[in-house]
């Protein structure tokens, strides 16, 4: 089992940056794949970014790519969502996933209903 707590959220303006932290509580963190979610209000939550359990695999949503990165750093149990260019449209709440993975190094996940584990999300909003 394992606990996220993301931070890094806040106000920017439009073609602002934000770096958004995942800390993973635990021991085993390098057995889990990675995902950031995001859920604007009257919206569904979506899809933004997700990093195999070997940090070796990357996907990101079409909204996202080439503005925002995600990496981990398995020995401070971390996970970050470089967010950058960022526009109004990107305002929501955003949530850090985990999923367990005995193997199934490089393989990335984007629904939600493939994760099991969900921090309790940060906010972020752009001003125009």
């Known amino acids: 089992q394992v606990q996220l707590v993301e931070s890094g959220g806040g106000l920017v303006q439009a073609g602002g940056s934000l770096r958004l932290s995942c800390a993973a509580s635990?021991?085993?963190?390098?057995?889990?794949?990675m995902g950031w979610f995001r859920q604007a209000p009257g919206k569904e939550r979506e899809f933004v970014a997700a990093?195999?359990?070997?940090?070796?695999?990357?996907d990101y949503a079409d909204s996202v790519k080439g503005r925002f990165n995600i990496s981990r750093d398995n020995a401070k149990a971390t996970v970050y969502l470089q967010m950058n260019s960022l526009k109004p449209e990107d305002t929501a709440v955003y949530y850090c996933?985990?999923?367990?993975?005995?193997?199934?190094?490089?393989?990335?996940?984007?629904?939600?209903?493939?994760?099991?584990?969900w921090g309790q999300g940060t906010q972020v909003t752009v001003s125009s």
């Open positions: 635990g021991r085993t963190f390098s057995s889990y794949a």
């Open positions: 996933a985990a999923r367990y993975e005995v193997a199934q190094f490089s393989r990335t996940y984007s629904f939600p209903n493939q994760y099991r584990y």
């Open positions: 990093l195999s359990r070997s940090g070796g695999s990357a």
